[in-house]
Every structure is written in C-alpha cells, then in structure tokens.
T-cell receptor, first 112, second 113 residues
Framework: NAGVTQTPKFRVLKTGQSMTLLCAQD?????MYWYRQDPGMGLRLIHY???????AKGEVPDGYNVSRLKKQNFLLGLESAAPSQTSVYFC???????????FGSGTRLTVV | GENVEQHPSTLSVQEGDSAVIKCTYS??????FPWYKQELGKRPQLIID?????GEKKDQRIAVTLNKTAKHFSLHITETQPEDSAVYFC????????????FGSGTRLSIRP
C-alpha cells in the first residue's frame, strides 16, 4: 500500500514547454486534488475531482488542465509553462472527511 | 467561496512553553477544521481535526478549539519540544462542497532551546 505517489519529484522546464504531473493512489479514494505551494501563501487548490471522469476548478485553475480517466490516477497538465508556475505541487486524496487528506510527497517544478 | 486567515505567520517560543496559532474562516457553512504539520522538505501531515459539533478536542500535547459563532478556531501546543518546529496550516471545509479543503497561509513555528 503506497498511499499517494507523485511523479516526477523534480523537473525544470523552459518557458512555453508542456508537461504532465501524475498522481496515483491505491486507497480507492473517490476525491483527488492538486495544490500548489508557494512561500508565504500556503496551499492553494488548483483543480479537484470527486470521482472518475469528473473534474472541477479550484482557487487558481488558470494555466492548468486535469484529467481523471481512471479512479486511481489524477493528471495535472501545463500546456505552456510560465515562470509564475514555478512552485511545489502536491496531490492529495480523501475518501470522506474522516481522517483528512493523504498527501503525495510533492513535485518541485522550476520554469526558467 | 471560503477564505481562511491564519496568524501569526511566524512564531518563536522557548522550549517547554506553549504555542497558540489562530485562524478565522468566512463561510459559516464550514463544518470540518483540520490542522496539518509540514516539516522542511516533507509533505503536510494531519495532526488533529475538529468538527462543528464539538467545541474542543485534545490529543496529548495538542488541542484545538472552535468558536462557530465567531468563526474562529485555534491550535494549542503545550510543553513544546524541538520536534514541534515546523510549518502549521489550518484549514476549513464543508461536507457539501465535495470535501475540498481551503488552507490558511501557514505559521512557521520555531522552538528555542
């Protein structure tokens, strides 16, 4: 039981490049989330999903797209990376409100 | 939507003293309030949570209080130890909003030896 796994752990992109971050959970959780963490700004919700095939916008969705084709996977895409997207990205999942989120270990993305 | 404000942004206390972190929320329908601890370079981890039908909850040296009328909730850490040094986040959620949790901006707690 690995919990929530994020890949990659680190990545450097050039402005305008695209990439996909993968989040995989093996706990059969319904809900999955993508957050970004910036110094002094806490964790801000980008997009989330309440089940397979569904996605919804969070607080800061611009510049990102997501997909949840399989229940265990939640993908975050950057179509044209910008320096403002330099951040640490955390994926999280939850089954109900009981017990709170389980977070992945994070992806540190730098856009130059 | 929900907005969570957290104070202070940094806090330094002497080892053995108590630390208090305060949060306010805007959406009166919020009914779940977790607290997360994040050590340097690590992922956030849930340390305690409270629901709106409870005013106070305690787990060893950690306690959380909730005032629904004032829309305030607080984290109290007693007898602080060096391993308590970390960033602490409060958060708020309501069950009707697909369980999405909105976080405060965090408090960096340092324990002085």
């Amino acid at each position: 039981n690995a919990g929530v796994t994020q890949t990659p752990k680190f990545r450097v992109l050039k402005t305008g490049q695209s990439m996909t971050l993968l989040c995989a959970q093996d706990m059969n959780h319904e809900y999955m989330y993508w957050y970004r963490q910036d110094p002094g700004m806490g964790l801000r919700l980008i997009h989330y999903s309440v089940g397979e095939g569904t996605t919804a916008k969070g607080e800061v969705p611009d510049g990102y797209n997501v997909s949840r084709l399989k229940k265990q996977n939640f993908l975050l895409g950057l179509e044209s990376a910008a320096p403002s997207q330099t951040s640490v990205y955390f994926c999280a999942s939850i089954n109900t409100l009981e017990g709170g989120y389980t977070f992945g270990s994070g992806t540190r993305l730098t856009v130059v | 939507g929900e907005n969570v404000e957290q104070h202070p942004s940094t806090l330094s206390v002497q080892e053995g003293d108590s630390a208090v972190i305060k949060c306010t929320y805007s959406d009166s329908a919020s009914n779940y309030f977790p607290w997360y601890k994040q050590e340097l370079g690590k992922r956030p981890q849930l340390i305690i949570d409270i629901r709106s039908n409870v005013g106070e909850k305690k787990d060893q040296r950690i306690a959380v209080t909730l005032n629904k009328t004032a829309k305030h909730f607080s984290l109290h850490i007693t007898e602080t130890q060096p391993e308590d040094s970390a960033v602490y986040f409060c958060a708020a959620s309501k069950a009707s909003s697909a369980s999405k949790i909105i976080f405060g901006s965090g408090t960096r707690l340092s324990i002085r030896p």
